[in-house]
């Protein structure tokens, strides 16, 4: 594959999907009909390196994710979920940044790593706020990784997996 072809190294949840994807895939460019299911991002853009991203997950372990609240980035209109706990999340960004120093998290645009998974971007973000908020808690098991590639302007396809451990 191309090395301009972009990579995202992401955590899916597809137990969230029927709440999530919706909303996704009328707001945002990265919709799961272009091939991005809901998750939560630990590394994009990324490396199309499997090997080395399989050397820095290796002895990962599967674990509960819940997502009680709905939360706002204040510079943009993106609404989305936080997981709890968020640390995992962290910890697994923080290892592939130290891995692959010129990829930062989210191409350096953020000064901080925030997990979290997007529902919605721009004017639906109330309406989506109103349907969710009851439906909170979500659970979801943080079970494996997946290494996205963009095959073209908005499409992408699974490139890789990385299961976790289960205990």
């Known amino acids: 594959m191309s090395s301009e072809l972009q990579h995202y190294l992401v955590v899916p949840f597809p137990e969230l999907a029927n709440v999530v994807e919706p909303w ?8 799961p009909s272009g091939g991005v299911p809901a998750h939560v991002t630990l590394l994009a853009p990324c490396p199309d390196d499997a090997e080395a991203i ?6 990962t372990r599967a674990f509960a994710v819940e997502f009680p609240q709905l939360r706002r980035f204040a510079a943009t209109s993106t609404l989305y979920l936080a997981p ?8 697994l960004t923080e290892a592939l940044v130290a891995r692959f120093p010129d990829w930062p998290p989210y191409g350096g645009i953020h000064d901080a790593v925030v997990p979290h ?10 309406e989506a706020e109103a349907a969710l908020a009851p439906a909170l808690p979500l659970r979801g098991r943080a079970c494996e990784a997946v290494l996205l ?13 990385f299961p976790f451990l289960e205990s």
């Open 149 to 161: 590639v963009e095959v073209e302007p908005g499409r992408f396809e699974q490139a890789a997996r």
């Open 84 to 91: 709890e706990p968020a640390q995992p999340f962290v910890a």
């Open 24 to 31: 996704l895939e009328r707001s945002t460019g990265s919709k």
């Open 117 to 126: 998974m997007t529902v919605t971007q721009g004017p639906a973000r109330d």
């Open 54 to 59: 399989a050397d820095v997950l290796d002895g």
